[in-house]
T-cell receptor, first 112, second 113 residues
Framework: AQSVSQHNHHVILSEAASLELGCNYSYGGTVNLFWYVQYPGQHLQLLLKYFSGDPLVKGIKGFEAEFIKSKFSFNLRKPSVQWSDTAEYFCAAYSGTYKYIFGTGTRLKVLA | NAGVTQTPKFQVLKTGQSMTLQCAQDMNHNSMYWYRQDPGMGLRLIYYSASEGTTDKGEVPNGYNVSRLNKREFSLRLESAAPSQTSVYFC????????????FGPGTRLLVL
């Protein structure tokens, strides 16, 4: 079955540490990939997306993600996290079969 | 520009009661969606509407009905609530179809006793 996996369910980091959150998908063929973020008490908002072209995409607030087709991965990175990055992060994938699947989410806590 | 709005923000129901969750968007988007968010399970699509007048089932449609009242509004109805429907419900919209960026509402927390 088609799925999106986020292997890190909870991550705790100190400010200024580097971040990498894993995301793997099981679709074959063309796929559109997204990272959404949900800050405490707020609704989900788009962080970045990949449709085609340069596999390294840059999003808001210094986040970036790299699409590696051979590994079916779309990992999220940030060189230096801030306390304000504390949030839940969701990876999502869409293929041409009208399926838009979200991962289970990763809760990030950044310690000041 | 309010984006996507949802009412109510919080609701407590008894098993067997019915209720309708309301969603509206002011971005002139064609597509609208209802998701539920449960701990450890991410967001799961309940129903979606690709355009005014059409609705389709998502991953977990059982126990729910929807109405796309017009281009702006997309409601979700629980006819006979069950404890398994305790969840946070999010409405979302996108401009054309599901591959586009989705814009989410603030969510409705539903507790079914």
């Amino acid at each position: 079955a088609q799925s999106v996996s986020q292997h890190n369910h909870h991550v705790i980091l100190s400010e200024a540490a580097s971040l990498e959150l894993g995301c793997n998908y099981s679709y074959g063929g063309t796929v559109n990939l997204f990272w959404y973020v949900q800050y405490p008490g707020q609704h989900l908002q788009l962080l970045l997306k990949y449709f085609s072209g340069d596999p390294l995409v840059k999003g808001i607030k210094g986040f970036e993600a790299e699409f590696i087709k051979s590994k079916f991965s779309f990992n999220l990175r940030k060189p230096s996290v801030q306390w304000s990055d504390t949030a839940e992060y969701f990876c999502a994938a869409y293929s041409g079969t009208y399926k838009y699947i979200f991962g289970t989410g990763t809760r990030l806590k950044v310690l000041a | 520009n309010a984006g996507v709005t949802q009412t109510p923000k919080f609701q407590v129901l008894k098993t067997g009661q019915s209720m309708t969750l309301q969603c509206a968007q002011d971005m002139n988007h064609n597509s609208m969606y209802w998701y539920r968010q449960d701990p450890g399970m991410g967001l799961r699509l309940i129903y979606y509407s690709a355009s005014e007048g059409t609705t389709d089932k998502g991953e977990v449609p059982n126990g729910y009905n929807v109405s796309r009242l017009n281009k702006r509004e997309f409601s979700l109805r629980l006819e006979s609530a069950a404890p398994s429907q305790t969840s946070v419900y999010f409405c979302a919209s996108s401009e054309r179809d599901r591959k586009e960026t989705q814009y989410f509402g603030p969510g409705t927390r539903l507790l079914v006793l």
